[in-house]
């Protein structure tokens, strides 16, 4: 079992606490958090170990879990890698892309692993349709979520966006060539509704809207390829995968057949991937520790967290361009 000690106790720490201290991949020896009230009282109500000082839990394991608010996110990574000790990171991977790409230098000096809690990649519908997910040429994501003040410390695109930026960029092999976006601010000084529009070179194209002032929860993607349309529902856990083949030359009674202009006849057929109930915070951490135990790449890499990071930033530039 891998030694773990978790920075930050607040909404999201206090989960990740309870499922490390449930995992059998994890020992989870405490953690730290600088609000001492806080850290006590979390430590009364669940039995956990409040660290008062930070290098002295950080000296205790062999990972650190940094759940802290984005601001502080590149100070405790630093930390740890010094320490030599591995790490993951809630998303966004830092505050700023010098800062990580400084953890890049630092993980590679130190040869610690690092993985990005971009956690939308271990929802099991999405997980259920990424390998069918082939070369789309055009996708439509909506992440609507309701006013929560949590959160309201970043922009929309660093808050909830980047899911989908990530999740996409994880699909589309190809670099980004132009961006086109707008942000308004409605309630927070910063943007609480957005929309972009990302061009890669090979002519991919994704649009992608996010908003934290909508009435109801929304977080579905559509990908558009070749003889294929899938649709993902990261809320609800549905999927729906409609693909199309030549037309056999005898249909039967109850096949669908669609015939373009030119007279070509294809086939409209539907499958229906199995798809796991999971946790997928628990995974993600468990497939962190698989990472370190086994020497393999993270599923979600420092290096990718950078690339969700930098493409965001470039989105929050393009509302003043």
Not at 134 to 151: Q, S, W
Not at 170 to 185: D, L, P
Not at 279 to 308: H, M, R
Request: net charge negative; hydrophobic share 40%; proline share 4%.
């Amino acid at each position: 079992m891998l030694k773990v000690g978790v920075l930050g106790a607040g909404h999201l720490g206090k989960i990740h606490l309870r499922l490390l201290n449930q995992s059998k991949k994890y020992e989870l020896i405490g953690f730290y958090d600088p609000d001492e009230i806080n850290g006590k009282k979390v430590s009364d109500e669940f039995g956990y170990a409040y660290f008062k000082n930070i290098n002295q839990l950080i000296d205790n394991v062999d990972v650190i879990d940094i759940v802290t608010p984005t601001l502080s996110h590149y100070d405790c990574a630093k930390k740890a890698i010094e320490k030599e000790k591995h790490i993951f990171i809630e998303k966004p991977i830092t505050n700023t892309l010098k800062e990580a790409e400084s953890l890049l230098d630092l993980a590679k000096d130190y040869g610690i692993k690092g993985q990005v809690g971009h956690v939308e990649r271990f929802n099991p519908a999405f997980i259920a349709v990424k390998d069918k997910i082939e070369n789309p040429m055009f996708i439509e994501t909506h992440r609507l979520a309701e006013f929560n003040p949590r959160g309201t410390d970043v922009p929309v695109v660093l808050d909830l966006m980047i899911h989908d930026i990530d999740a996409i960029l994880s699909v589309v092999n190809s670099e980004v060539k132009r961006i086109n976006a707008s942000g308004v601010s409605v309630i927070s000084n910063s943007p609480d509704i957005a929309n972009a529009r990302i061009e890669f070179k090979n002519g991919c194209v994704a649009n992608l809207t996010a908003s934290r002032i909508s009435l109801k929860n929304m977080r579905k993607s559509r990908f558009f390829q070749k003889d294929a349309y899938i649709s993902v529902d990261f809320l609800e856990k549905k999927v729906e995968v409609v693909k199309m083949k030549d037309a056999p030359d005898n249909p039967g009674d109850f096949d669908m057949i669609l015939q373009n202009a030119e007279g070509l006849k294809k086939q409209i057929y539907f499958e229906n991937p199995e798809i796991a109930v999971n946790n997928a915070i628990l995974d993600e951490l468990e497939a962190f520790a698989d990472a370190i135990i086994n020497n393999t790449e993270p599923v979600v890499s420092l290096k990718q967290g950078t690339n969700a990071l930098r493409v965001a930033l470039q989105v929050i530039k393009a509302f003043n361009e």
